[in-house]
C-alpha cells in the first residue's frame, strides 16, 4: 500500500487549499479513507473520511462546514477540498486507508502515507 500526499503550503487565513492523495498498490475502489493530521506537540486527530464508494462521509466537528472530502475511484485518488482556513488548521496533513476492505479507517487501525505540511497564518 503506497499512498502519496499533495497540495500542502502556506496560504492566510481564510484562504483554501485542495489536497490530493494518490493510492496505489491496493485496491482503491474498496477501501474507506481519511485525512488526518497532526500538529507540534499535539496527538494526530481525525479530520475526515469517506466510505469506498463514496456514499458516507464522516467529520471532525472543527472541519464541518469548510472541509469537503471526497474521491476519484477512476483515477485513485482521495481529495480534501478546504476553506475559510484558519491558523488552528496548521498540521502535518496525512491520508489513510483502512487496513482491510470495507472497514473503517481509524488512529490505530490503517495504512497511513507521508504527510503534506499545511500552514496557515493570520
Known amino acids: 500500500v503506497q499512498l502519496q500526499a499533495s497540495g500542502g503550503g502556506l496560504v492566510q487565513a481564510g484562504g483554501s487549499l485542495r489536497l490530493s492523495c494518490a493510492g496505489s498498490g491496493f485496491t482503491f475502489s474498496r477501501y474507506v479513507m481519511g485525512w488526518f493530521r497532526q500538529s507540534p506537540g499535539k496527538e494526530r486527530e481525525f479530520v475526515a473520511s469517506?466510505?469506498?464508494?463514496?456514499?458516507?462521509?464522516d467529520y471532525a466537528d472543527s472541519v464541518k462546514g469548510r472541509f469537503t472530502i471526497s474521491r476519484d475511484n477512476a483515477k485513485n485518488t482521495v481529495y480534501l477540498q478546504m476553506i475559510s482556513l484558519k491558523p488552528e488548521d496548521t498540521a502535518v496533513y496525512y491520508c489513510?486507508?483502512?487496513?482491510?476492505?470495507?472497514?473503517?479507517?481509524?488512529?490505530?487501525?490503517?495504512?497511513y502515507g507521508q504527510g503534506t505540511q499545511v500552514t496557515v497564518s493570520s
Open positions: 469517506i466510505t469506498w464508494n463514496g456514499a458516507i462521509t
Open positions: 489513510a486507508a483502512g487496513n482491510r476492505p470495507f472497514t473503517p479507517v481509524t488512529l490505530n487501525n490503517g495504512y
